[in-house]
């Protein structure tokens, strides 16, 4: 088994975010692939009860800086509210782009890909093996496409364990959605969470039907649905009811209480 204590390429020196919640970050980069690394963003709580892979939507490439700073999506449901999870008592790792899609189109068109399953992989087994916590991929927008698809081509012990869907992809003309994926193959707990006023075309609540029916083999699953909040600009970013912009906080206490749930 790989030691993957050798596999830190480069750490940022851990440092506290906040001391009352006894937080700290380092940024890690992983080797994955030959040549390639998965540059993401590690937070760590005192008393961790479980890890999550937070997966932006959009591209999907964060351009990571060493000291967690980031060129892009920083408005992204899951990367503004990556302080929350920890709060909750998760370790979060916020994952970019790798090293070889680090210019457009990113990760755009490689969600359903044998080297982002290869990248994630090896993401899963790091946490499993550093924090000694349940590992659970979160994904919102087009990161449920990454988080599904990843979670239908592992098993066993290199699966997730669990899934969370946010602001999933419904439909989609460029590439496949969520629920056209074989998603009777993932029997680890899956939540879904959605807004039902999310006005992206890709995500209407009223296409959710197709999603629900095609996971009731999953021996755990639940749909959480919000409403609520604020929705400025676009309806397909952040800052949208897609993206849950002003509920944050519910959102992701209800996550947590989910995951956290025995």
Known sequence: MRNFKTLLASLFLALPLFASAQLTQKVVDLPTRAGVTQRMLVITPAQPKAAVVL???GHGGLQMAMDGSMQWGKGNFLVRSRERFAEQGLVVAVVDAP?????APYLAGSRQSAEHVADLKAVIAWLRESAKVPVWLVGTSRGTQSAAYVATELAGSDSPDGIVLTATILNDRRSRAVPAMPLSKIRVPLLVVHHEQDACA???FSDMSLLMSQLKGNPRHELI????GQSTGDPCEAMAYHGF???E???VSQIALWINKK
């Open 202 to 204: 890709a995500c209407l």
């Open 225 to 228: 649905a919000f409403k609520g």
């Open 245 to 247: 912009n002003g509920i």
């Open 55 to 57: 997966l932006a939507g």
């Open 249 to 251: 906080a519910d959102v």
């Open 99 to 103: 090293s070889d899609k680090q210019a």
